[in-house]
């Protein structure tokens, strides 16, 4: 069973920065085809970053300039470097592939973004 980690989240006041690491325990096909979820307090799960090919990131428009995606092409590891922080980008982050396969691609725990003064 393939099992996605996800850590440092943290509290940060708006303007700064916070990297999150997704480790994929079991997982067999590269990080290619992986990307960051999240979802703030009441509203629905969404799509942050993917990448699509190997140096390729596709980015959400609100994201778009301010975070970055890199990882280990060659194991399974992700980071999502995250600047100029704003409150609305508060939520649980979740690392997973993409598109989410339902009922073969399990949920982690995800990590806590809380962007407040």
């Known amino acids: 069973q393939v099992q996605f980690v996800e850590s440092g989240g943290d509290l940060v006041r708006p303007g700064g920065s916070l990297r999150l690491s997704c480790a994929a325990s079991?997982?067999?096909?590269?990080?290619?085809?992986m990307g960051w979820y999240r979802q703030a307090p009441g509203n629905e799960r969404e799509l942050v970053a993917y990448?699509?090919?190997?140096?390729?990131?596709s980015y959400r428009d609100s994201v778009a300039g301010r975070f970055t995606v890199s990882g280990d092409y060659a194991g399974n590891t992700m980071f999502l470097q995250m600047n100029s922080l704003k409150p609305e980008d508060t939520g649980v982050y979740y690392c997973?592939?993409?598109?989410?396969?339902?009922?073969?691609?399990?949920w982690g725990q995800g990590t806590l973004v809380t962007v407040s003064s």
């Open positions: 997973n592939r993409v598109p989410v396969r339902d009922g073969l691609d399990k």
């Open positions: 079991g997982y067999t096909g590269g990080i290619i085809g």
């Open positions: 990448i699509k090919e190997r140096g390729h990131i």
